[in-house]
């Protein structure tokens, strides 16, 4: 049945009715079956000549097309496929030596002699890399090339004979087997001769894109044995032997076009041989004469007979089950589904895992050894969906290749599978697997070649590329290890404590490795942990008792705060710890945060580590993980929308919804309070409440304490417990702290010092003993006052000076001895594991039941160490030199032995004490009688129930009044300081002032008279004398917050800082905590003391020291290329301003000049864009035919050259330092401006501080973080104002200060303005940004008018007319002052854009463009003008005035290349993808094209995900337009491994759109058409979408198409609503104009249904809406032009509907003409198509192609290219095509 060429012109409303789409389908099936059916099987060659004809275009091989028809066939009534030749298909994967063997058992070895023959191709990985990373026709085109070299040479080996044994990767492995060693010269020969005509005909071959592949070839004989491996369902073949061992040296001496055979094998063909050879050297290898030829002009496409080539294919059926085991799954699979074989080549994100086994060589054993080894890892690796594609052993040992993520097996944890499954198979082959010595194991991840390669006659399925060569060196580089590259490290996903970096070594052919690490197994959970305590806690029982009740009753109680206030070492920290704990135990949902004096700088920390813990998001690395949890979390809640406003709280990047962008700042600041609520809520409907508790709360800044007051008068279950030490001048409250604690909901404790009862408890937790002697008791009762700081510094130093001593307890103890022991409450000082065993046992002693009771429930888990084996080892650190009588004491201690000393000799032996320390003043000692060293007394009752057997008494010899005792705890301190050296007590004081925390680096270089060898003594004495610790949390205790305990005691001294390798080499006796890195006082009271003695000079001059230390810290993470974070921090020389005045003196750069100026702008970039001829278009002309238009566009597109293609200098590409995953700013941000504002605070530099608090500030707003931005510059702003008003002196440069220039407030107030336009802030932006213009002298008219840009324009034209004198025209003194200026019109510029007041923000430009050319100073801010002008000229539709500022822009850009530094390109980057932009809307693909790969691959250098995301975007929509499918591919899975490894939803839903997109707009199918539509539909409502207003209606209107197209009118009506809510009042870029075209043809599409089904009302209501549509879209078109031909076929549809035939078939050919022009395929095609279908007969096999294909996704995207597009392509249906689908008249 066939569609009249000239429908009758009835009224649409006429049309008769029609029946659902699924009806009408199944109503054609059936007179197919009626009909076609029996004339298709009458004339079978005419079905397949029909077909051909309608769907097949250009010569394509007959295997391809024989598979292409039997899958077409397939869904034709009568079409059948022919029956697959399996047992023959595997042949071609396998080897003969494995068809030949007989045994069936496993394992099984064959020896034999024979010729090894090694051939190894050199260049394929840049070959990869050239074709899949230039857009050149991609994967195809690599493939081609692949198999048609190393066919040609597989082909050399068959038709001699040879076995081809293996492919591992671009090597080759064969053999000619031998059945006598008579037979070896002959085939000795033989392979030399094949060698001999590889390297004459193919040694040299130069590709299409100027890669040279070459060959080298290795030629050995001997002995050689084969051991068959493997399982039912997969076997592998490993080949070792003398042969193979002799082959590999002889390949590792040549060079490229050699061919080398071994000393054997030339002693055995020498005498018989015509060919000469050379030695090479004194090896006994000779390297064969021969010529090399480069072959790149043969042709490889020859015809091929596989039998005359190999006759061993030809198997029998009963094979197949023999050879399926050997052959990897995907291939399997595809030959499951008959489906070719060149399907599987594509580009892949795997990752690959290298596995090297170290045996004791081949023995009798090894079958065995290697079979056990097989299980093991075939195992592990199947279940978590990994491949095993070979094992080999001829080039790095016995090596096990395996794959993660091929097709079929691809998981989104497959990196950490990897690693895991990798360490799993290292461990247990170690363990289960005797005979293995050592496992290596590699893992890379990246972009690979994976497909198959070869001959028809014998191939097999292989990776290529420089993520499989990485992972082979990183195997064999760093052996007996897992280890991993940066990218398997990034992608895992895994805790970071699981990654040990590794040592840097050379890589070969790997020339920037990165970082390496060692992966190693979990060892506990990441997340965070509270400190924790092993011993109940000591009274408190008021609190305890209080809490409680709070807890239990927390929705009832009116206090929401409790603040617990008291001195330093009173036990703050120790009770709110034991109160978390209780909470947690009662059903309370808990978080915990400590602040320190580093920390009080920062905004809304505390906050921030609370929801950090709260929301479960400490357990992420990376900020995208974390958005995606948030996210995920309140999927379902209204809070959607509000979820941005945690952006600055949380560090997050979230998309500011619309409402929020409109907010001012009061309203956002409610707003936010009110989010928090929301949250805070929530989780106490989910628990009994929840309770936080911040511990040194005095250090928190307004932000948390203004929540923390709106918390006190709640009613919600929400506890907050604080503690804090009295406000002081040292630690002065801010004001809200103070306002807040006036609260009514809020309960103030004063803590007091512990009761006496409770003292000898304490004293013997101290000790980890079980009794104390009564005078120590007594001393604590009189002088500590209760403290537990006090009472663990005194006994600390008692025991560190050797008045006290440890001894256990023995049944012969003397009763004297016993009395003067006082034991403690057994229930007191039993480990919390023991505790709640032994508490209702226990009689109190010293503690009523009801104590006891409260000291059990408040036991929390252990953190720490022993505290008394803390100061036993102190003690044993120190040797002294005693008085005579000590010395007398101690050597009848010696001659004794008894278990004391015993006991101390294995503590010595433990800790490593070996060398003594210097001496210290000790107290007078009088003799003790020889009596009183007996054992210790009887076990007491009590400790025996407690299961102790240790006390606590008096060192011999110890007279107990003779011992110096401080009055307090800080005499005591100042005591323990006063003991100190002089250059000890100076290491303490540079300490202190850096901080509570301090990193060793900044400590050597501010400390006076430094020497390293008395910094490592100073060290080794504060760490044993615990009075510094390492600051460095363990491995498994890192997490955000968390933080070491106040007091932190253990058995040894521990250091967890990373020593480098080469001090680690230097250290050999010396503990390592002598090399600490990163140090922090264990006492604050010490921290204070060192302080307040440093003279107020001597610390203005320390803070000094330590903030120019810091100052070269102040910039930009080496991953993201260092710098500073301020704009115009890079002055460039006086010859930045000659190159730009040359460069705008040249004309527009255009073919060959532009080529020659872009090839060198990116030979360095590794990206070349090189130039074009375009050829004449012959379908422009009157009376240019079709087929002259389809032969002009293909030289067109064939001629494109690559836009990113590596550089011709070397093969391998070299990766930038700039890696913006591994981005550090953040931490810089939050730990080296805080510290440099103080110091220079501290040290009276108010110039310095103004400063810094603006480059703070700049900061801030670079990372995101605009409320700590505008803390910083408001307070920039008081000083700059004091000092304006006289009320603070201003500073004197003589003293090294610096005068804030006069335009200081100005960069403050650009800065406020800046920060308020990322909040969305508009209007309180524009108000600061004028301010700061008016106060930089720069006018900008309020209200703007045609005389102002007039103006502007006459400067810019100027600029250009007299480049010499305009052009960097600005003085040195004034350039930094235009260059701010520039940048203030910047953010001018986007405010008016975000207001769609295009001409004033046309004139910001302009002005800013003028600014920034006069200055020519700056970089970023020159390329940033050029992009605001091309953007403002694209708002105003000046298309042409845009395309001419894009090509000055990047002809300036490639004058200044050479003083580009390697942080510009991301500026680079930014400018090129507003080219690409602009270029598409205009129409110019191929320059969009170049200019879009270009942006692509600097983004991917610098791995900067979301600015790659964002230019592929455009970019698709520029390849779908040009139907280059296959690089549409390959762009679309690099989108989808960008937004998998960032977790970026907006970049997962562009990718499916994409695929919906190629499916409707081409009809081919990447995914799955089912996935693909619900998941576009599950994230239409996702934040990150509906914030990007252009994305949702671009997939409202695509869906809407979708279900228009499949007659689904209920989800079309739906998805039309959607798209009209959402689409934008303008059309200003291309996605949108793109989604109007879709809107309207689903529009048409809706309207042809409502004619054909008579529904009249609905039909009046549609038309002109359609109308208005096409008028919408003729005002867009103006602007985007490349969307003309799609408007002027949809007006052509309109016309079908009304009769006007002829007028419609002259717009279709003005379409077919216009799209041919802007070389846009899709449309071109798509109009030929409607010309087929309207205007001629066609078959409805080709008019329902697409119904039919698409919605069961069909058509493979691999057809692209072998079938024509204008027969395949969606039929517009019109009111007669539906009829005739209906069969009605």
Known sequence: MVQKKAPHNHSPLEAPSARSSASRLSSLENRKKGGLEGSLDATGDMLNQHISQQLFVGDIGPERKTSNLRRLRSVIPGGEAAAAKRAQQLATHTPDVLIADQDTQMPHRKDTNAITFFVDVSGFTALTEKYTLSGRGGTDKLTETLNSYIGALVECILRRDGDVLQFAGDAILAMWACNSEAEMPAKLEEATACAVHIQEHYGIRTTDVGVRLKVKVGIACGEVTMFFIGLRSCSQFVIVGSAVDDVNASENQCESGDVVVSPMAWAMMKASTCYDADPRGNTGFMKVRHAVRDDSDRDSKEAIDLASVRQSIAVPSSMEAKLTPYVIPPVLKKLADDQPLEYLSEMRQVSIVFCQLATDGVSSELPSILQDAFVVMHKKITAVSGCLNKVFAFDKGITFLVIFGLPGFKHKNEVAHALQCADAISQELLKEVTGINRVSIGVTTGPTFCGVIGHPARHEYTVIGRTVNKAARLMTNYPGVVSCDEDSYYHSHLPIQQFKKLEPKPLKGIPNPGNIYHFVPSDGELGQRLPQYKYPLLGRKEEIKDFTEKVKNIKETDVRIIVFEGESGIGKSRLLDALISLAKKNGCMVAQVTMTLQLSGIRGYALNGLFTQLLGLHQYRTAKEKEVHVMDHFKDKRLGEDLCLLNDLLQLKLPVSPKIAQSDGPTRKKMTTELLWCILKEHTEMSAGVVFGIDNAHFMDDTTWSFLETISSTSDAVLCVLSMMPPSPLHPLPDMATQTLKSKGLTHVRMKGLENEYLTALACQILEVKGVPHEVVKLLQEKSHGIPGWCEQLLGDMFQNQFLRVLPITSNASQDKHKRIVFANPTLVTKRSSVLRTVAASDSIHASSSETAAAAAAAVPDQSEKPRAQMMARRESRATKPSAASAEAESADGQKKDKYRKRASVFDKLLGRDKPLPDVVMPEIASVPEEEEEETPAEHPLVRASGSNMICDLAPGIVFANIPIPDTMRGMMMATFDKLKPFEQMFLKCGAILGNTFERQLLEAIIPNFQARKVRSAMRRLFELRIIMCATAPPNQEGHHNHPTAQVTSKSIECHCDVPPIIAALKSSEPQYVHCQLMRFVSAIMEELAYETLMEKQRQHLHRNAALQLEGRAHRCRSCGGGGFEHGGTTHSEAFKVSMRSSSMLPVPQNQEQSTRRSRLYQNTKVQPKGRERSQDISMMPGGSMQQSNQSFSKRRRSRSSSMAPSESGDEEESSKLDRRACKCTEILATVYPQLIRHWKNANMVGKTVYFLSAAGEAAITLQDNSQALTYLREAQILVDEMKTGARPLPDPDDGDVIPVWWQDA???????????????????????????????????????????????????????????????????????????????????????????????????????????????????????????????????????????????????????????????????????????????????????????????????????????????????????????????????????????????????????????????????????????????DTYSDPSVRTEREAQFYAAATLALWYARTDSWVECDRWIAAAEEVKPVKARCVVTVHGLCKLLETRLIRLCETIVEQLYEETEKDEPVVRQYLKELDKAVEFHKVFKPRYLHMRAYFCMFTGKTDKAFRLLKEAVVMADRLTNVLDREWAKHSLYVWFEEVSEFVMTFWLRHSIQGELDWHDAKNIAQSKIMYTLPTPEYKSMLTGTS
């Open 1307 to 1577: 960069k403050v107030e650009n800065l406020m303005g800046q920060a308020y336009l990322r909040m969305g802030m508009l209007e309180d932006a524009l108000s600061h940004l004028r301010e700061a213009l008016e106060m930089l002298e720069i006018s900008f008219p309020t209200r703007v008018n045609i005389f102002h840009i007039w103006t502007a324009e006459l400067t810019q034209f100027l600029h250009q007319l007299m480049p010499a004198h305009y052009l960097g025209s600005v003085d040195q003194e004034m350039a930094p002052i235009k260059v701010e200026a520039a940048n203030c019109l910047k953010h001018l510029t986007d405010v008016f854009h975000l207001k769609h007041n295009e001409s004033v923000c046309y004139l910001a430009a302009l002005m800013q463009l003028n600014i920034a050319e006069a200055a020519s100073t700056d970089f970023d801010e020159l390329i940033m003008a050029y992009s605001s002008i091309i953007q403002a000229c694209m708002a105003r539709g000046r298309l042409r005035q845009a395309s001419y500022y894009s090509s000055m822009a990047v002809a300036k850009l490639e004058a200044l290349f050479n003083m580009m530094q390697e942080e510009d390109f991301a500026t680079a980057a930014s400018l090129y993808t507003i080219v690409l932009r602009m270029k598409l809307a205009s129409g110019e693909l191929y320059e969009a094209l170049d200019n879009g790969y270009i942006a692509l691959r600097i983004n991917r250098r610098i791995h900067d995900g979301e600015a790659e995301l964002a230019s592929a975007q455009l970019l698709s929509q520029c390849l779908l337009l040009q139907l280059a499918v296959q690089e549409l591919v390959d762009l679309s899975r690099r989108v989808m491994f960008i937004a998998e490894e960032g977790s970026h939803v907006l970049g997962k839903h562009w990718y499916y759109l994409g695929c919906l997109d190629t499916l409707i707009e081409a009809g081919f199918s990447i995914e799955d058409i089912g996935t693909c539509v619900s998941f576009v539909r």
